[in-house]
T-cell receptor, first 114, second 113 residues
Framework: GAVVSQHPSRVICKSGTSVKIECRSLDFQATTMFWYRQFPKQSLMLMATSNEGSKATYEQGVEKDKFLINHASLTLSTLTVTSAHPEDSSFYIC??????????FGAGTRLSVL | GENVEQHPSTLSVQEGDSAVIKCTYSDSASNYFPWYKQELGKGPQLIIDIRSNVGEKKDQRIAVTLNKTAKHFSLHITETQPEDSAVYFCAASRKDSNYQLIWGAGTKLIIKP
């Protein structure tokens, strides 16, 4: 149980294009989903927290117009990187929580912007 | 705010030996302490967690201990195997921060055959 599916696992795009990443909880309902960014050899950096049907709460320094988050249902959240640029290249990871404290993570998405 | 320190940054042990990774936290209100294993190019995998009402928890070769007074918790892996090689992260969270995880810096565990 507690499977979180994240797609795509890898994406390469041209500068200026938008990329959408999906995060699905497969066997539980996620009251809260989180989006993280991870730089090489570093810990995870929280970007935003989203609750189903509500606007996402973004961490300081994260541009909400740049990183659009939609938590449309209790099993699906999407992160759209708009007008991507090379500096947006990174490893993006989502997590989902069935409630309270536990977070289960997706496999991550490696974004490369050319 | 909460701060989580993790040591060591790298740990190399002989296959079959035990490995111990330690974390300290600063916020006495933190009440949930998970450990994650992250393999290269993958997302973190929850391997064990402990809540503040418990001092120790064990799952086969993995155990976690919590000392609330000293504000530190440790991951213990016994009879290490090559597949235990990965980066391990500790984290801490509390209810009134929406259970936002505060992460340690990670420990790269290397199991020598």
């Amino acid at each position: 149980g507690a499977v979180v599916s994240q797609h795509p696992s890898r994406v390469i795009c041209k500068s200026g294009t938008s990329v959408k990443i999906e995060c699905r909880s497969l066997d539980f309902q996620a009251t809260t989903m989180f989006w993280y960014r991870q730089f090489p050899k570093q810990s995870l950096m929280l970007m935003a927290t989203s609750n189903e049907g509500s606007k996402a709460t973004y961490e300081q320094g994260v541009e909400k117009d740049k990183f659009l988050i939609n938590h449309a249902s209790l099993t699906l959240s999407t992160l759209t990187v708009t007008s991507a640029h090379p500096e947006d290249s990174s490893f993006y990871i989502c997590s989902a929580s069935p409630g309270m404290d536990i977070q289960y993570f997706g496999a991550g998405t490696r974004l490369s912007v050319l | 705010g909460e701060n989580v320190e993790q040591h060591p940054s790298t740990l190399s042990v002989q296959e079959g030996d035990s490995a111990v990774i330690k974390c300290t936290y600063s916020d006495s209100a933190s009440n949930y302490f998970p450990w994650y294993k992250q393999e290269l190019g993958k997302g973190p995998q929850l391997i064990i967690d402990i809540r503040s009402n418990v001092g120790e928890k064990k799952d086969q070769r993995i155990a976690v201990t919590l000392n609330k007074t000293a504000k530190h918790f440790s991951l213990h892996i016994t009879e290490t195997q090559p597949e235990d090689s990965a980066v391990y992260f500790c984290a801490a969270s509390r209810k009134d921060s929406n259970y936002q995880l505060i992460w340690g810096a990670g420990t790269k565990l290397i199991i020598k055959p």
